[in-house]
């Protein structure tokens, strides 16, 4: 035991991304705001650890000096006014020192200005639908049909044939990395929450509302996550999966999801002559007339 508790600030300092078996503290993720959450909570955890050594180190040291084996005798005093006002002092200092740096950072990742593109995002029982807005782009996705299968086959699931059980989807949402990326989170039937762990944040899809968030992914990859709402019998089974990109690569995906422009169809045989404005038949009026005065202009044949 004593020796998980040394090599704990070091292990707290190894985790990455993805969580790992016998993981003991929260990923770096791959965001700017994750690394802000992973900050914040690693100042608070060295804080927290060096309270408990001093505490717990001075009633260690209270209880083996001054124990009843050795002739200790107890003082007999209720109250130690400067004693109350050190440990009420000293919390509140603490609370302030922790609550300044929080709160700069909680409202930047509030900060969805400047950013370079939005994705809307709509919950449905139990799926996710996907819109990138402007670029004409939408899809749906759900739980991969392989893992479907799977959960009603009574069959169990392993690490080996089932990486990722429950965790796959049939369309991933696809984003550039290196890119502010605006979202804005509703839900069409009843509350969910789509979360993505690496990305360092999780909101709440409400049904006429609209919340906001953002995101900039540092280093492509896949990045998985689930709806952290319980928004029905099938809650567990609403994944969510963040395909990130290089922004070239990006770019072609997006560009081969666009439809195709409408090509106007051929006028029918038979059918009038389309409409044509004055500012058109100008020009056709106007070289009309100079092949006529030239006709008149020219000299007749000889014989």
Not at 62 to 82: D, E, I, L, P
Request: with cysteine; glycine share 6%; aromatic share 8%.
């Amino acid at each position: 035991m004593l020796l998980a508790l040394v090599a704990l600030p070091g292990m707290a300092l190894a985790q990455q991304a993805d969580p790992k078996q016998w993981q003991l503290n929260m990923g770096k993720g791959v965001t700017q705001t994750a690394r802000m959450a992973y900050e914040a909570h690693m100042v608070v955890l060295w804080v927290c650890v060096v309270i408990g050594v001093i505490v717990f180190g001075a009633m260690g040291y209270a209880m083996f000096k001054f124990r009843k084996s050795k002739g200790a005798v107890a003082a007999q005093f209720s109250h130690n006014t400067t004693a109350e006002l050190i440990w009420t002092i000293v919390p509140v200092i603490i609370l302030v020192v922790m609550a300044w740096p929080a709160t700069a950072k909680l409202i930047a990742m509030y900060d969805t200005r400047d950013s370079e593109m939005t994705i809307k995002v709509t919950g449905y029982q139990w799926m996710w639908k996907y819109e990138y807005l402007g670029q004409g782009v939408e899809f749906t996705s759900r739980l991969d049909r392989g893992s479907d299968q799977m959960r009603q086959s009574g069959q169990v699931p392993t690490a080996a044939s089932n990486p990722h059980y429950l965790l796959d989807v049939d369309h991933p949402l696809v984003l550039p990395v290196d890119t502010k990326i605006r979202f804005v989170i509703t839900a069409d039937d009843v509350i969910h929450s789509w979360w993505v762990p690496a990305l360092g944040w999780k909101q709440d899809a409400i049904p006429g509302l609209i919340n906001e968030a953002w995101t900039n992914i540092e280093q492509p990859g896949v990045y998985r996550g689930q709806c952290a709402e319980l928004c029905g019998k099938d809650h567990g089974f609403m994944p969510i999966v963040v395909r990130a990109l290089p922004k070239a690569e990006f770019q072609q995906w997006l560009a081969a999801r666009k439809p195709a422009a409408p090509v106007p169809p051929a006028p029918a045989e038979g059918s009038p002559a389309p409409d044509i404005t004055p500012e058109q038949a100008a020009p056709a009026a106007t070289s009309a007339s100079a092949r006529s005065d030239a006709t008149q202009a020219a000299p007749a044949p000889q014989a």
